[in-house]
């Protein structure tokens, strides 16, 4: 979900769970907590804009748990008319290395589309 912040810039929160179990192994789960602002170079519903963002990753399985701070970036266009456009992304993200995990880099391509209220 998108909240316009001015003309230009969107501040869009992210929130995910999962939760797996398979027969005879123990329950595990995983949360994401992130959070982008997108800088529209143009209108907001068309036209290139980039993305700054970071995000918290938790998991839990069988009682132990550990986390992961990661930040990046991508740029992206949204193309079309009306309330729903189609957005299209590049980026790269790094997430930090902790006692738990090392640190990882990914590409992402992103494909999505953007609901507009008004």
Known sequence: MGIGITDQISFEPRVS?????????SASWMMNLGAGLLYHF???RRGLYVRPF???D??????SSAS???AGGGLGIKTGTGRVVGRFEAGYSH???NNNFAASDDILLLLG??????
């Open 17 to 25: 769970l999962n939760y797996f179990k398979v027969e005879g192994s």
């Open 58 to 63: 938790h998991i839990d399985v069988g009682g």
């Open 68 to 70: 992961q701070f990661a």
């Open 113 to 118: 589309f953007s609901f507009f209220t008004k």
């Open 42 to 44: 143009s209108e907001m």
């Open 54 to 56: 970071v995000s918290w």
């Open 95 to 97: 997430a930090f290395k």
